[in-house]
């Protein structure tokens, strides 16, 4: 430096490259405060976001609850602060037209469809809103979009049934509805209408070369039947090839199985219904009959496995024997809703009988209506 040339001035001493420590200290809590600022801005909404999550898991794990003591009031309090706090969860807005729906609130149900199909337009979503339009009787709206998820899944066979159900309930498109059960069934209803003798062990011999229908498939429920009337299902659990695939031998779950019976795959006895419904729609009164009896047959059947006799007890040893948890209030639901299933095939069936002119019938079926604990009425479908 020149001698002549002002020096710089400095601080208390301090090298004129280096600020006092006083201002070092300052500007460092600066920046930090505007680091954690930045930080702040970004990561708060992350965490409010997941905190607001987990209260809203909180509040539905509560609705369900109280859903399962019975206080679909108390659920939808709770659904309505889950929504509030993730309003574009499509599942919490089904649970919530669901819990609607069952306390007669259809229109704030079907808004809760319609919102969460904005958030999701998922094949669930639409079939359920599809279920409240009818309940509201709006047959021609629900018919339209069992249409369209038909069309998108390729002509399913569940859906279908779903489609010639409601056209069904609306008592519009008749034709076209028989037309698609008729397809559903002969699809599901496989291949084999066999023979069955039994040996000494209680094994079944179904003899093929007395079907013109083909292959036995393993491990599939077969119905079993006594002339022309259904007395129960079989599994098989065992095949064993003989004399060019002509005999299969096999064990009953639920025998015994008697020489003479004939055995036919099983399928959906709400496939049954839907075409005996349309039948008796169609004036088609026996064939109605002949379908709705078979339809209640199998699905009795089925309500007497889980819950008949000391039926759910056992479903449920059965459940706690290979580790899994069962809320009993979860069974008894369980329970309603195939009863309440029971009660609509009961219901198309006494209708059947009464314009057939047998009120005895029609009556015995109204009476195990009520008794399940549901009015006999066009509401019930």
Request: one cysteine or more; hydrophobic letters at 40%; charged letters at 30%.
């Amino acid at each position: 430096m020149d001698e002549n040339q002002t020096p710089l001035p400095t601080y208390d001493g301090e090298s004129p490259q280096q600020p006092p420590e006083s201002l070092r200290r300052q500007l460092s809590r600066s920046t930090l405060i505007v680091v954690l600022c930045a930080v702040a801005l970004v990561a708060l909404p992350v965490l409010w976001g997941a905190f607001s999550g987990e209260v809203a898991n909180w509040h539905e794990a509560a609705a369900l609850e109280a859903y399962l003591n019975g206080d679909l009031t108390t659920a939808i309090r709770h659904m309505d602060t889950a929504i509030e706090k993730d309003s574009l969860n499509d599942r919490r807005l089904i649970v919530r037209a669901e819990y609607r729906r069952l306390t007669g609130d259809l229109a704030g149900s079907l808004e809760d469809c319609d919102k969460a199909i904005l958030a999701s337009d998922s094949i669930g979503n639409r079939l359920f809103r599809t279920q409240v339009l009818l309940e509201i009787g709006l047959y021609e709206k629900a018919i339209e979009e069992a249409k369209r998820i038909n069309h998108e899944q390729n002509g399913a066979n569940v859906t279908l049934n779903n489609l010639a159900y409601f056209r069904a309930v609306g008592n519009l498109e008749l034709e076209e509805a028989a037309q698609d059960i008729e397809t559903a069934i002969t699809r599901s209803a496989g291949d084999v209408d066999a023979q069955v003798t039994t040996d000494e062990d209680d094994k079944g011999i179904i003899d093929l070369s007395k079907s013109t229908k083909g292959e036995l498939k393993r491990s599939l429920v077969y119905d079993v039947f006594r002339g022309s009337d259904f007395v129960g299902q079989v599994v098989i659990t065992k095949k064993k090839e003989q004399s060019s695939q002509a005999r299969v031998v096999w064990t009953t779950r639920h025998g015994p199985i008697r020489n003479g019976d004939k055995i036919r795959p099983d399928f959906d006895a709400t496939y049954l219904d839907t075409r005996g419904y349309i039948s008796y729609l169609r004036n088609d009164l026996e064939s109605a009959r002949r379908d709705l009896d078979l339809a209640v047959a199998k699905f009795t059947h089925q309500y007497q496995n889980y819950f008949g006799a000391q039926g759910s007890v056992r479903h449920t040893l059965i459940d706690f024997r290979y580790g899994a948890l069962v809320d009993l209030r979860d069974v008894e639901l369980r329970k309603k809703e195939m009863a309440r299933a029971v009660a609509v095939l009961r219901y198309h069936r006494a209708l059947v009988m009464e314009k057939l002119g047998e009120p005895e019938l029609a009556e015995k079926d109204y009476k195990r209506i009520r008794q399940l604990g549901f009015v006999p009425d066009s509401k019930l479908f």
